[in-house]
């Protein structure tokens, strides 16, 4: 058989056949393994990225416990402080009411002692009082008895000093 520009039938299918062994080969030798060593590489590192995303949401749980831990603390500060300053509150109320108390005490003594002082002064006042009086009516009766005898003798009344 005399084709046209000299073509080969025979030739025209041993050429599609080693092609078409060639490729096959290719695929099962080259195209195949290269496939799954692709496929398991991006798995790897597919499973690498998961394991990150993993740690990393751990790491942000962690966070966000730390946080609450921080915050629980900060709150617990603050509810320490609060209690120390309403226990200096109240121990200043406590020493401000028995100084109250001390200074009311001082003051009723101080108003007795003054009672005292002044039922004493009167006291002593009217003993004073009573001795001058006495004093005095013993020099005015030795004086009005001295005078009544002036008078009795007819005489005028004169003064002894």
Do not use: C
Request: net charge negative.
């Amino acid at each position: 058989m005399n084709i046209p520009l000299n073509i080969d039938w025979q030739q025209i299918l041993l050429h599609w056949m080693n092609l078409a062994i060639l490729t096959g080969g290719l695929y099962f030798l080259l195209y195949d393994p290269v496939k799954r060593f692709m496929e398991k590489r991006e798995a790897y590192y597919r499973g690498l990225e998961e394991q990150a995303a993993g740690k990393l949401r751990e790491a942000e749980e962690l966070k966000a416990a730390y946080q609450a831990r921080l915050d629980g603390a900060e709150e617990e500060i603050h509810q320490a402080r609060a209690k120390a300053q309403a226990a200096v509150q109240q121990s200043v109320e406590e020493q401000m009411a028995q100084a109250r108390q001390i200074v009311a005490k001082a003051k009723e003594e101080a108003a007795s002692s003054r009672e005292q002082i002044i039922k004493e002064s009167q006291r002593e006042l009217r003993e004073l009082t009573v001795a001058a009086v006495k004093k005095l009516t013993v020099k005015a009766d030795t004086d009005l008895f001295d005078q009544f005898l002036d008078l009795a003798e007819g005489g005028t009344p004169h003064e002894n000093h």
